[in-house]
């Protein structure tokens, strides 16, 4: 048997104390480290050793763990980002969006005072491309429209938060997933593009297109994300929205997404997105021969901060 030292201490070679040891491991960052960078990773080793101090983590738990996160690596590829999919239905996106917030847009003391409301942020998600083609104004981005689709005239004006004054010449970058709940990179069976667009606002502010009514969707659950959810008895599903990318020199760019009033899901998202200020109403339309719903979706753009 092991005899432990006098006063309870573990002879030479045993029990390390856990906070000086902690700090050892910040302290070993060399002076070359960038500021921000040395600032990040102090918080980060010191919130991981503190949370497998409090879960009594033992060496087989840290092994699933990191499995779970190599499981991750190895299905993301430029279509996937399986990592970015775990990080959102752990809520990590959400609150790192709220930080952009503050962060980039004018100060919210500022923005209390003069009862200015910006759009509100939400998170990017993983089907975002940068490559998207730009698109006249008032033309579609559905193409082959599945015949359960319901096709809805969107539109709005981009406006300054602080002055409400339309800008023109901002870029609303749009992209939603098909009836089948995939969007274009996920399924072989869309034209490339389909359902996305980028369109620029006119001398009004003002951007249309013509896209489809979203739907309720699940997160891709064939990866570790999915297991992770299935351990934790959740569903995968997202409510039905649409992303919208808004930016215009000058301004912070504006990463969100709108949800439907009428769709499943609303209070329980899988990857918390949704916020109650981004619900939207599809109305009917009459008169347009091509869409049956009318989407009217304004966006405020907080300027930047000089
Ligand atoms: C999405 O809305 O596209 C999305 C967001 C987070 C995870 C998966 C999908
Ligand atoms: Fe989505």
């Known amino acids: 048997m092991v005899s432990n030292g006098t006063n309870g201490e573990k002879p030479h070679g045993q029990k390390l104390d856990a906070s000086k040891f902690t700090e050892s491991v910040v302290a070993s960052m060399g002076e070359k480290t960038p500021e921000r960078l040395r600032e990040v990773i102090t918080s980060l080793t010191r919130h991981l050793h503190a949370f497998i101090l409090e879960t009594n983590l033992n060496t087989k738990e840290f092994m699933a763990g990191l499995e779970l996160l190599n499981w991750a690596g190895r299905m993301s590829d430029e279509k996937r980002n399986e990592g970015l999919l775990l990080s959102d239905i752990l809520g990590l996106e959400r609150q790192a969006s709220e930080m952009d917030d503050l962060v980039d847009s004018v100060t919210s003391h500022q923005l209390s005072m003069d009862n200015v409301t910006t759009t509100s942020s939400a998170i990017l998600g993983p089907f975002w491309r940068s490559d998207t083609p730009l698109r006249e104004f008032g033309s579609t981005m559905t193409f082959d429209t599945p015949p359960d689709a319901e096709v809805a005239y969107i539109h709005g004006v981009v406006t300054d938060a602080v002055t409400g004054e339309p800008l023109k010449n901002a870029l609303v970058d749009v992209w939603q997933c098909s009836t089948n709940g995939l969007y274009e990179q996920q399924d072989p069976n869309q034209r490339e593009f389909n359902l996305r667009g980028k369109f620029t606002t006119n001398d009004q502010g003002q951007y249309a297109l013509y896209g489809i009514r979203p739907v309720p ?72 021969p091509n869409a049956t719903l009318d989407l009217e979706c304004n966006i405020a753009l907080s300027p930047l901060q000089s």
């Open 217 to 288: 969707y699940p997160v891709p659950s064939d990866g570790p994300a999915g297991k992770l959810l299935q351990l934790l008895d959740r569903h995968p599903f997202r409510p039905a929205h649409i992303h919208y990318m808004t930016s215009k020199e000058g301004y912070a760019t504006l990463v969100t997404q709108i949800f439907d009033r009428k769709t499943k899901y609303l209070d329980n998202d899988s990857v918390f997105a949704t916020k109650s200020d981004l619900v939207v109403d599809f109305v009917p339309l009459k008169g347009n």
